[in-house]
């Protein structure tokens, strides 16, 4: 499975960015997407998931200004964020899970906010 991220880029607090991640390759035993992100000399840490079926998880920093779907169709998972916050700024991360627990990794994607 390669994951393919875009849409990083730099913008204002309180504006808006929209992340994208294509999955192709063997892709019929992913069961689960989602994005990270890692903070300049911090942890890579979870933002948000979404299964097969639509179940979704965020991280509670982000709950309400984030939003993560997929199309299963495009093989695409996104995540829309909106009012950032400086604390927000990160390289993202998208990734797979298989339904044999091999975990892949899009290459990251840079988000600045600036104040």
């Known amino acids: 499975v390669q994951l393919q991220a875009c849409g990083g880029g730099l913008v204002q607090a309180g504006g808006s960015l929209r992340l994208s991640c294509t999955a192709s390759g063997n892709i019929f035993d992913i069961n689960f997407m989602g994005w990270y992100r890692q903070a300049p000399g911090k942890h890579r840490e979870p933002v948000a998931g979404?299964?097969?079926?639509?179940?979704?998880n965020y991280k509670d920093s982000v709950k309400g200004r984030f939003t993560i779907s997929r199309d299963n169709a495009k093989n695409t998972v996104s995540l829309q964020m909106n009012s950032l916050k400086p604390e927000d700024t990160a390289v993202y991360y998208c990734?797979?899970?298989?339904?044999?627990?091999?975990?892949?990794w899009g290459q990251g994607t840079l988000v600045t906010v600036s104040s």
């Open positions: 990734n797979a899970l298989d339904r044999q627990n091999n975990l892949y």
């Open positions: 979404i299964t097969n079926g639509g179940m979704t």
